[in-house]
């Protein structure tokens, strides 16, 4: 694979590029699914091919190929050194780059158990026994399960010296039971909405999940839901699940901090940021016992956005983001970084395949854990809602004003839970409600979520990020806010 | 095998225009080779689907070309069928050796699973309907030419004090399905896409437009909108949450109507998840409301044969407010007992099929009109961040973006802050007192459909955000 890149590289100087990036990349999945007990998707994919990246003129040009012959990468190199060209039609500005090391290294994400060696007769028992438990229970009227597997290689190089090998293995499952009665669709879903739990694991991912205890438990509430009260409207006290709180930092925080849509350049697309370049160490973002860093090393748990160099060859690193509730930092790259007074860039490039563009991504972006027992902010809470597993989502485009819903709620009365609620939601302000946070749960309760599917950019990229979260608790928010008009 | 991938034609190194796509017959014999080397590994059945695309799209932001980027890229991917089981797999190498070793995945998979009582035997050969949507001045359109184009409307933003950002794209894709019982169809097209937000200070506004041939809009023109739009929209003021008359330009209707599209499936309904159970030949929706499927519409794009490589049909979905049918795979048109309109997906899903060109009947109201006759109202550029809060209501969250200006006796009077809405579009779609004439729409929400623009009364908003 060196001598694709090198070849590439190679041809963009001859064309004129005073800089290159290689990404050659090889890309595996699988994908399994089950509905009502019968399989549904069966399939294999892999898919390579390489992209590269060039300053020419001052400029960006990119282009990427499957075609790995020496005339094909000869033919992208070049196209991709004549798109900087005609980029630099249209400049302001010359591009420049933070300074950056050269490395040559090799990184495999750990995990015990390759998922493409399991038998896909074991994955699919597995799926289809949670399938099973699920339809046992009356009132359920749709189930499904699903496993998605991942082995992704790429190759980095570029004209200062890089060589980068890194393998990452990433899993994911889930499982989920739904009910329509009368005239309404209730759904539960187990470890998390919208596919379950994804990360940089192995098989061991699947079997730590226990599906087999937990799809009763959730085709069970999704029956009862129909039969419980309507979460009502009102400012209250709120305390969310881990997994939706991952959400909410993914939202609230994590997109607002990337310094490419603070600068502008997502405005067409993806929105700007509340967080402009003023508000660095000045905002007070959240409440003084907020924490939350961008951390992509594999000290901080093996993430969607954990890994050992970004896809623009930079190490992974920790940035603090809020500290002690104060705004400390934006994900920025090489291109940006000089822009909030850094030396060097964050880590943060990422692409989805080797014919997209690193662009600013999330890592994985968390709230560090608090100090307290999950038993005791339940019992702390006089009044209040607990909410748990994302349903619906929602942001405006400059990330201040949120909705969410999720799939099931709990009224807390007197340090208890007493009684389920259904369609809860919530919004505010994201400055507003993270301010409004005075209790997070300590690290036995903080899990790594896995979001699979954020997407940004043209073209369309999707990639993982990870959220660590544990169950934290809000005053003051507006809840029942999605059906108050209903 | 001898690798089609050395016979394709590549950009040369003095262009940066996009690759050009494989001929016909290469892909053919792409197709003919899986299915001979399937034969040959013990597949009793298989079908080959083989997609080709070379895209470019430059990006601007801050008056200026930041990104900039070109693909080529081909895949195969191969179903097989072995004793009531089948199972899928997709490649971008295309070598013999990379093409078998394919199949041998799809077959190991497809062992390896409790037999599918659903499935059916392929089908055979199909007739369809022509439909040309290859333009080649689109597929020519190189990078210093969109470059040109997006310095003018740079630089206007600039005359005007603005900032503009967006995206400029051409592109071409063709696609082939073929199976072992002798179907096969081809389909290419080529598509281009301009889109604009103009920002003066804290306020914005935005145009685009999409279409197969580049020549059907205008860069420049569009620029010029997103501006002047952009300079109404400065001074926004802060309105109260409630319900309010709207006018929906057709890319704000778009994004929400989009989000029914797979109600109208029959594996939804079966699955009892679509808004439509319970639900079908009732007056559900306003009289004014029609909406059919027609990939054969002027002003749609994609090919008219499914994941099969069954015809696609025209499919009157609601007929003057009244659900009045469903598109059905080959799978759930044998569940149902009815005929398949070729709208499934490839095979094997969970989902079945979906309508995927919707056309939403016109009407021959103007935007004129609508402001004209609208006492009190707000006029919606663009909506934002659309996800779903009740999937039986449809109601649906999300927020005003790019330009939400208000409506005072028959005349835009300023600009308002954005507003979060929840609104259910079966509710809406009772409301509608206006249609604009149907036109080709482009949002981000949802894929490219042909809809009106819409004048509907008491649409809920019920939070403001800052801005």
Redesign the interface.
């Known amino acids: 694979m060196w001598d694709l890149c090198t070849n590439a590289l190679d041809t963009a100087k001859l064309?004129g590029a005073t800089y290159g990036d290689v990404r050659v990349m090889h890309l595996r999945q699988r994908d399994l699914?089950?509905?009502?007990g019968?399989?549904?998707?069966?399939?294999?994919?892999?898919?390579?091919?390489l992209?590269i990246r060039v300053l020419a003129n001052g400029?960006?040009?990119?282009?990427?190929?499957?075609?790995l012959?020496r005339?094909?990468l000869?033919?992208?190199a070049?196209?991709?050194v004549?798109?900087?060209?005609?980029?630099a039609?249209?400049?302001?500005?010359e591009v420049v780059l933070a300074p950056e090391k050269a490395y040559v290294d090799s990184w495999q994400s750990p995990f015990r158990k390759d998922p493409f060696e399991i038998?896909?007769?074991t994955q699919?028992a597995l799926l289809?026994a949670a399938d099973a438990e699920m339809r046992r229970v009356k009132g359920v009227?749709?189930t499904?399960t699903d496993m998605q597997f991942r082995k992704i290689d790429s190759w980095f190089a570029s004209s200062i010296g890089s060589r980068i090998h890194q393998r990452k293995v990433i899993s994911g499952c889930g499982i989920a039971a739904?009910s329509?009665q009368g005239?309404?669709?209730q759904k539960r879903s187990y470890p998390n909405g919208f596919g379950g739990q994804h990360s940089l694991q192995g098989y061991e991912l699947v079997e730590s999940l226990d599906l087999m205890r937990n799809a009763p438990l959730i085709a069970e509430e999704a029956a009862v839901l129909h039969s419980v009260s309507q979460c009502p409207e009102k400012v209250g006290t709120l305390i969310l699940g881990g997994s939706q709180l991952g959400l909410q930092i993914h939202e609230s925080i994590g997109h607002p901090i990337e310094l490419d849509r603070v600068?502008?350049?997502?405005?067409?697309?993806a929105?700007t940021s509340?967080l402009t370049l003023d508000q660095l160490d000045q905002l007070k973002y959240a409440s003084s016992i907020v924490n939350v860093v961008a951390d992509a090393r594999l000290d901080h748990g093996q993430g969607l956005g954990t890994f050992a160099y970004d896809d623009e060859g930079v190490p992974a690193q920790c940035t603090d983001i809020i500290k002690d509730g104060t705004f400390r930092g934006y994900l920025s790259n090489r291109e940006t970084a000089h822009l909030v007074g850094l030396d060097r860039s964050s880590g943060t490039m990422r692409t989805e395949s080797w014919?997209?563009?690193p662009?600013i991504r999330m890592t994985n972006v968390s709230l560090l854990p608090g100090t307290w027992d999950y038993d005791d902010l339940i019992s702390d809470t006089h009044d209040g809602i607990l909410m748990e597993t994302n349903?619906?989502?929602?942001?405006?485009?400059?990330r201040?004003?949120f909705?969410f819903?999720t799939e099931i709620g709990w009224e807390i009365k007197g340090g208890k839970k007493v009684r389920m609620l259904k369609?809860p939601?919530y919004?505010g302000?994201s400055t507003e409600f993270w301010n409004s946070c005075d209790a997070i749960c300590r690290f036995d309760h903080w899990t790594l979520w896995g979001t699979p599917n954020c997407g940004k950019g043209?073209?369309m990229q999707t990639v993982g990020t990870g959220h660590g979260a544990a169950p934290a608790r809000f005053r003051n928010v507006?809840i029942g806010?999605?059906?108050?008009?209903? | 095998m001898k690798p089609p991938a050395q016979n394709r034609k590549v950009s040369t190194a003095s262009s940066a225009g996009a690759a050009e796509l494989l001929h016909e017959r290469e892909l053919r014999r792409i197709v003919d080779t899986v299915l001979r080397l399937a034969k040959s590994t013990g597949a009793e059945e298989a079908e080959v689907h083989v997609d080709e695309v070379a895209d470019a799209l430059t990006r601007f932001a801050n008056n200026a070309i930041h990104q900039n980027v070109a693909e080529h890229g081909l895949t195969v991917s191969i179903r097989t069928v072995v004793d009531g089981r089948t199972a899928r797999a997709t490649t971008n190498r295309i070598h013999e050796d990379s093409l078998r070793s394919a199949i041998e995945v799809s077959l190991s998979l497809a062992h390896r699973q409790p037999k599918d009582p659903r499935l059916l035997p392929m089908p055979g050969k199909q007739r369809y309907r022509a439909v040309n949507r290859f333009i080649k001045q689109t597929a020519a359109l190189s990078a210093e030419e969109r470059a040109r184009a997006v310095r003018r409307a740079c630089d206007l933003a600039v005359k005007k004090g603005q900032v503009a950002a967006g995206i400029y794209s051409n592109g071409q894709s063709q696609s082939v399905v073929g199976n072992s019982r002798g179907l096969f169809a081809a389909y290419r097209e080529t598509h281009s896409e301009f889109s604009i937000t103009a920002q003066e200070g804290p306020a914005a506004s935005w145009a685009k437009a999409n279409s197969t041939d580049v020549r059907a809009f205008d860069p420049q023109k569009l620029a010029a909108r997103a501006c002047q739009k952009a300079h109404l929209a400065v001074n926004s003021r802060e309105l109260a949450p409630g319900r309010y008359t709207v006018i929906l330009e057709p890319a704000a209707v778009l994004d929400l109507v989009g989000f029914l599209f797979y109600d109208f499936a029959a594996t939804a309904l079966e699955d009892k998840r679509s808004c439509l159970n319970e639900r079908m030949a009732k007056q559900l929706f306003g009289q004014n409301i029609s909406i059919s499927d027609d990939v054969y519409h002027a002003l749609q794009q994609g090919a008219p044969f499914d994941g099969e490589g069954l015809p696609r049909q025209r499919v009157l979905l609601v007929d003057c407010g009244i659900p009045k049918n469903l598109v059905y795979s080959r799978a759930a048109a044998q569940a149902a007992g009815k005929r398949p309109t070729g709208h499934g997906f490839a095979l094997p899903n969970e989902y079945g099929e979906a309508p995927m060109n919707l056309v939403f009947g016109g009407g021959d109201s103007s935007m004129d009109k609508m402001v004209t006759s609208t006492d009190r109202g707000l006029l919606v550029t663009r909506l934002w961040y659309i996800r779903e809060v009740d999937p039986y209501e449809k109601v649906m969250t999300g927020m005003t973006r790019d330009g939400l200006f208000l409506v005072e006796n028959g005349r835009v009077t300023g600009a308002a802050r954005n507003f979060r809405f929840n609104q259910s579009l079966i509710e809406m779609l009772k409301n509608v007192e206006l249609l604009g004439p149907a036109v080709r729409a482009t949002g981000e929400e949802a894929f490219e459909m042909v809809v009106p623009a819409m004048k509907v009364r008491d649409f809920c908003f019920s939070e403001v955000t800052k801005f």
């Open positions: 064309r699914t089950t509905k009502n019968q399989v549904g998707t069966l399939a294999q994919s892999e898919s390579l091919g992209g400029a960006w040009g990119f282009a990427s190929t499957d075609r012959t005339e094909g000869a033919a992208c070049a196209q991709a004549s798109i900087a060209k005609a980029s039609l249209a400049k302001r500005s038998p896909l007769e699919l289809l009227t749709l499904e739904t329509f005239e309404e669709i600068l502008g350049q997502e405005a067409n697309f929105g509340f014919n997209r563009l662009i349903r619906s989502w929602s942001i405006d485009d400059r201040y004003q909705q819903s369609n939601s919004s302000i043209q073209p507006h806010t999605a059906f108050s008009n209903q």
